[in-house]
């Protein structure tokens, strides 16, 4: 947190975290430093009572991906109460019911998904907005296994060093490609090679002109060529 000021971020800075993180010290530092904090919480029964405490009229549906499967509730809740300065925060629980025909669909209603946060705003905004914190999880694993990062080549770290930013910018080409020129964000990068990247193709000259033959019944044929015409009416850099 004091490293972003130092390196020029200004304005409100808030921390977005999972259960990892949640602890009195990283809670503190964040109030002593005026940051914001929304942390995933460590759930035990005394948790759970709290939540499950909340009136069923208090709970507002998500926008999700199966109609009906996700709510939103808030209540308060006092965590670290042995601290000396333990005080009561917003407690934002959104409950999901279980995937039909999951084993936890036997056994469960819903499970739940805590955070407490001293964020001011509405509960169904900061629920959504603590919830794109875990997109970072997806980055990684796709820097991992999607570009090389899951080993790393030598016992020197300077070598390492160059691997990791490389890795990172190719990563980065990957993912601004299927953005501007498919319009769309694409999964992984391993999707993005195995349908566009690693293309075999011929390539023929005609009238001093090279022509690229691309494989017939290739079912992203029309996406690529999509693709290509966006980058290339991209204005260059001036």
């Not at 010290?25 to 909340?54: D, G, M, N, P, W």
């Not at 190719?170 to 090679?193: D, Y």
């Not at 023929?204 to 691309?214: D, E, F, G, P, V």
Request: charged fraction near 20%; aromatic fraction near 8%.
């Amino acid at each position: 947190m004091s490293r972003a000021r130092h390196a020029g971020a200004t304005g409100q800075l808030t921390v977005r975290a999972d259960r990892g993180f949640y602890n009195h010290a990283i809670v503190a530092a964040c109030r002593k430093l005026k940051v914001r904090y929304s942390i995933t919480v460590r759930q035990h029964q005394s948790l759970r009572s709290i939540i499950e405490a909340i009136p069923e009229a208090e709970w507002t549906p998500i926008p999700y991906w199966m109609e009906g499967a996700a709510d939103v509730a808030e209540t308060t809740y006092v965590p670290f109460q042995s601290e000396p300065d333990a005080v009561t925060v917003r407690l934002i629980v959104r409950r999901v019911k279980p995937t039909p025909g999951s084993q936890l669909a036997l056994f469960a209603d819903y499970s739940y998904h805590a955070f407490i946060t001293d964020r001011e705003g509405d509960t169904l905004d900061l629920e959504a907005d603590h919830r794109r914190h875990a997109e970072i999880e997806n980055a990684i694993r796709d820097l991992k296994y999607g570009v090389g990062l899951n080993h790393l080549p030598s016992g020197r770290f300077p070598a390492n060093a160059a691997w990791l930013a490389v890795q990172v910018m190719a990563h980065n080409l990957a993912r601004w490609t299927a953005r501007i020129g498919l319009g769309e964000p694409v999964s992984n990068t391993k999707t993005l090679r195995r349908r566009f990247f690693s293309l075999p193709g011929r390539l023929t000259r005609k009238a001093r002109c090279l022509i690229l033959h691309l494989p017939q019944g290739w079912p992203w044929q029309n996406q690529f060529s999509n693709a290509l015409a966006r980058l290339r009416a991209l204005p260059l850099p001036s």
